[in-house]
């Protein structure tokens, strides 16, 4: 590892958080002009944009003979997103959650890191696999714009009639930027994250689920962060759940469609990682079964898991000494107790909604 390559990393960073507020402010306008509702913006557009540098960091490193990096920046990326970025936007404000991602979209990000698994188990994301993703984006994306459509308040706030007025070549400018800045950070992100790589003498696959992961994350950090100081606590929870669908479908389909040979997955990505993905998708569901709310104890939580994680990954690809006893830690202590909190959670809440009369998923 040399200094180039940090500096490549950095510069690489910078441009793809600048780039991704570019696209998301354009992309986040012209869907306001759509007369979509805040939800669908942010499980649609806003999660589609802020997830652009994940495509361009995969879709570069697939093309350029780094599988591994391009598999463990979108795993990486999915944990980051629900367990560190979501985490930290419920400490900066509770987050509620709205009826439609319990009964639609969690349910659609559980299924979608589940089916990845199934079509890696073989080692390979292959194009058919990729083709079968990507339809299953289209479907989705139609399904949550005629809900959205549905949903949409009929007379839009101050602020909305604001950006509505906005010149829309301003937008589209915005969006062409954006998306500019983040193919030349994501050029630099990988050839310094290749380099680091090889200088510290570990795989691609652990750079891809831990700096570049986070790195590529930054614009969904920001954009819920500050949708969560704004109380706009649908769009910092729909950006994240339409970020981990955008993700897997449309960043692991499209790389699977244009690689000749499907996208390699590494077996340590297929015993750990992406069983961690779902699971981390998983967990989110009583959590936001629980009032409908994610409070800032379980944002707590999430952050303390994501430390966790980064820390066994880190751990493992330097064969540390303490590794076993913080593998026996996590495995029979700590990972058991919050699956038992969890659970007591979820039967609670579904006891104390019979008692008063109330649905499990309310309207």
Same mark, same amino acid.
């Given at each position: 590892?040399?200094?180039?390559?940090?500096?490549?990393?950095?510069?690489?960073?910078?441009?793809?958080?600048?780039?991704?507020?570019?696209?998301?402010?354009?992309?986040?306008?012209?869907?306001?002009?759509?007369?979509?509702?805040?939800?669908?913006?942010?499980?649609?557009?806003?999660?589609?944009?802020?997830?652009?540098?994940?495509?361009?960091?995969?879709?570069?490193?697939?093309?350029?003979?780094?599988?591994?990096?391009?598999?463990?920046?979108?795993?990486?990326?999915?944990?980051?997103?629900?367990?560190?970025?979501?985490?930290?936007?419920?400490?900066?404000?509770?987050?509620?959650?709205?009826?439609?991602?319990?009964?639609?979209?969690?349910?659609?990000?559980?299924?979608?890191?589940?089916?990845?698994?199934?079509?890696?188990? #073989? =080692?390979? /994301?292959?194009?058919?696999? *990729?083709?079968?993703?990507?339809?299953?984006?289209? !479907?989705? +994306?139609?399904? %949550? @714009?005629?809900?959205?459509?549905?949903?949409?308040?009929?007379?839009?706030?101050?602020?909305?009639?604001?950006?509505?007025?906005?010149?829309?070549?301003?937008?589209?400018?915005?969006?062409?930027?954006?998306?500019?800045?983040?193919?030349?950070?994501?050029?630099?992100?990988? #050839? =310094?994250? /290749?380099?680091?790589?090889? *200088?510290?003498?570990?795989?691609?696959?652990?750079? !891809?689920? +831990?700096?570049? %992961? @986070?790195?590529?994350?930054?614009?969904?950090?920001?954009?819920?962060?500050?949708?969560?100081?704004?109380?706009?606590?649908?769009?910092?929870?729909?950006?994240?759940?339409?970020?981990?669908?955008?993700?897997?479908?449309?960043?692991?389909?499209?790389?699977?469609?244009?690689?000749?040979?499907? /996208?390699?997955?590494?077996?340590?990505?297929?015993?750990?990682?992406?069983?961690?993905?779902?699971?981390?998708?998983?967990?989110?569901?009583?959590?936001?079964?629980?009032?409908?709310?994610?409070?800032?104890?379980?944002?707590?939580?999430?952050?303390?898991?994501?430390?966790?994680?980064?820390?066994?990954?880190?751990?493992?690809?330097?064969?540390?000494?303490?590794?076993?006893?913080?593998?026996?830690?996590?495995?029979?202590?700590?990972?058991?107790?919050?699956?038992?909190?969890?659970?007591?959670?979820?039967?609670?809440?579904?006891?104390?909604?019979?008692?008063?009369?109330?649905?499990?998923?309310?309207?």
């Amino acid at each position: 590892m040399n200094i180039v390559d940090v500096l490549l990393v950095v510069g690489g960073l910078v441009v793809l958080v600048g780039g991704g507020e570019l696209l998301v402010r354009g992309a986040s306008g012209l869907a306001v002009r759509l007369g979509l509702s805040p939800l669908v913006i942010g499980l649609t557009v806003v999660a589609f944009a802020t997830s652009a540098p994940e495509l361009a960091v995969t879709i570069d490193a697939t093309l350029g003979g780094e599988p591994d990096l391009a598999v463990g920046n979108v795993v990486g990326s999915n944990i980051a997103n629900v367990l560190f970025i979501l985490g930290a936007s419920a400490i900066v404000l509770p987050l509620t959650v709205k009826a439609q991602l319990v009964r639609l979209d969690l349910p659609i990000l559980v299924g979608v890191s589940a089916l990845l698994l199934a079509l890696a188990t #073989d =080692g390979t /994301v292959t194009a058919g696999d *990729g083709a079968l993703l990507l339809a299953i984006i289209v !479907g989705y +994306t139609a399904l %949550a @714009l005629v809900l959205g459509r549905r949903q949409a308040d009929p007379s839009p706030a101050d602020t909305d009639q604001q950006r509505i007025e906005r010149a829309l070549w301003m937008q589209l400018a915005a969006v062409a930027v954006g998306v500019a800045l983040l193919v030349v950070g994501a050029r630099l992100l990988v #050839d =310094g994250a /290749v380099g680091i790589a090889t *200088g510290l003498g570990v795989s691609s696959l652990v750079i !891809g689920l +831990t700096v570049v %992961a @986070l790195g590529t994350s930054m614009p969904e950090l920001a954009t819920s962060l500050v949708a969560a100081r704004r109380g706009e606590r649908d769009l910092a929870v729909g950006n994240i759940v339409g970020s981990g669908i955008f993700n897997i479908c449309v960043v692991l389909g499209l790389a699977g469609v244009i690689s000749a040979d499907g /996208v390699p997955v590494a077996p340590a990505a297929v015993a750990l990682d992406i069983p961690l993905m779902i699971a981390a998708a998983v967990a989110l569901l009583p959590v936001a079964f629980t009032g409908l709310a994610i409070a800032r104890w379980e944002g707590v939580l999430f952050m303390a898991f994501y430390v966790a994680y980064t820390a066994y990954v880190l751990l493992a690809a330097t064969e540390h000494d303490a590794l076993e006893g913080f593998t026996a830690v996590m495995l029979w202590f700590t990972l058991p107790l919050a699956a038992l909190t969890l659970i007591v959670l979820a039967s609670f809440e579904a006891g104390r909604r019979r008692g008063s009369g109330h649905p499990i998923v309310p309207r």
